[in-house]
């Protein structure tokens, strides 16, 4: 058996340890006799999973007493209705900043449940300082995206938004770093960046904020009814939230948040410095606003895209061609990807720029 290193944005890499430890419960899971897909989600195997899982994402993140954790589905995408329908209903108003595609998808969804600001646009490859943005006292909240994955900006920092709730789409770059909980009033995201496979959304929300949602919003999709229902309102992906409660372990035994923040330090520093020095390839985003786990580049000569591609797969290294808006390539190297696999894909670089440059 080979693994590659798989670059992919998502669905991503998960570390391999859990990958081994699921294929061995996979037909017996803790000598249940069944497979954690077969469980019903009322069974007392499955609450414990659930349950298990749940407790990791507060001890993690040191998610606050007054916040729940939320696992649904629908995605981020689904997320960009599903916050205006729950959240927008106290004034009928929210700030939106644009950062990059994900944000400005999130900004247009969004219109459809309220009126909707633009507090801020930026350019793609930076992050506009709070100094410039136009928030609205009166908004129900202010929404961001913490790291847009396909521009390779990222937040490196929380905005002060007072009394008005700060909600966040972290699906790229949730549980990469500490991060301080209490000053966001919503986070969301979806599992298949750095949590498992995709399927699972998770949402982080304070208490107070629900309650208010619009009539029209679904019941599965409704915070306050999930919540009272610890998530079964409707059968929640069972597997997803198994197969993220391994990997919330995995995080857990290997130092917790400020370990994976050291290691995707160093390895964002292995490839960003290298793109520095590099008179072929580069990156366009402002040195303080680059992504940890996106990491857009340009060959100098896009004609030779395709064949950068080819000797990367030779090399067992995929899913490195860029989003199509964008062009040129993304290294996606999130919390599972190991340094190796960085340190590999600069190798590759230097020896393609000597060849080519
Ligand atoms: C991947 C991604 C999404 C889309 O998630 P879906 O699961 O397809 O709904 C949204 N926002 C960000 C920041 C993402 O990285």
Redesign the pocket.
Not at 75 to 78: E, K, L, V
């Given at each position: 058996m080979t693994r590659v290193f798989n670059f992919s944005p998502?669905p991503a890499t998960l570390p391999e340890s859990v990958l081994r430890k699921a294929a061995e419960e996979m037909l017996d899971w803790h000598g249940s006799g069944m497979s954690v897909m077969e469980m019903s989600h009322r069974g007392k195997e499955f609450i414990s999973i659930h349950a298990e899982a749940e407790s990791l994402v507060r001890e993690l993140m040191g998610v606050p007493a007054n916040y729940k954790v939320l696992f649904m589905q629908g995605?981020?995408?689904?997320e960009n209705a599903i916050v205006p329908m729950n959240l927008i209903g106290k004034t009928g108003k929210a700030d939106y900043i644009v950062t990059g595609d994900?944000s400005k998808k999130s900004l247009k969804e969004a219109k459809t449940y309220g009126t909707i600001n633009t507090a801020a646009t930026g350019p793609n490859t930076s992050i506009p300082k709070q100094s410039d943005w136009k928030l609205d006292p009166e908004a129900s909240y202010v929404h961001i995206?913490s790291?847009e994955?396909i521009g390779g900006v990222e937040f490196h920092w929380t905005p002060e938004t007072g009394n008005v709730p700060l909600v966040a789409?972290m699906?790229?770059n949730i549980m990469s770093r500490p991060i301080d909980v209490s000053k966001y009033g919503l986070i969301y995201a979806?599992a298949?960046?750095n949590m498992g496979p995709?399927g699972l959304t998770i949402v982080i929300v304070r208490d107070d904020l629900m309650g208010h949602a619009l009539p029209i919003t679904p019941s599965a999709f409704n915070y306050q009814l999930q919540a009272e229902n610890d998530s079964m309102f409707n059968t929640p992906p069972t597997y997803a939230i198994y197969i993220a409660g391994l990997v919330f372990n995995h995080i857990k035994a290997t130092g917790g948040l400020a370990a994976m923040e050291a290691h995707n330090k160093a390895k964002a520093a292995v490839l960003y410095d290298y793109l520095d020095e590099s008179k072929f390839f580069s990156n366009p985003v402002a040195k303080e606003d680059r992504s940890l786990m996106n990491v857009p580049f340009k060959l100098k000569d896009d004609a030779l895209d395709d064949t950068f591609l080819k000797g990367a797969q030779a090399k067992g290294m995929i899913q490195l061609k860029g989003h199509r808006s964008v062009g040129g390539m993304r290294a996606s190297i999130y919390n599972a990807m190991p340094i190796e696999g960085v340190k590999a894909l600069v190798a590759y670089m230097k020896e393609f720029e000597a060849q080519h440059g």
């Open positions: 998502g995605g981020a995408i689904g994900w995206c790291n994955t789409d699906s790229s979806g298949q960046k995709s």
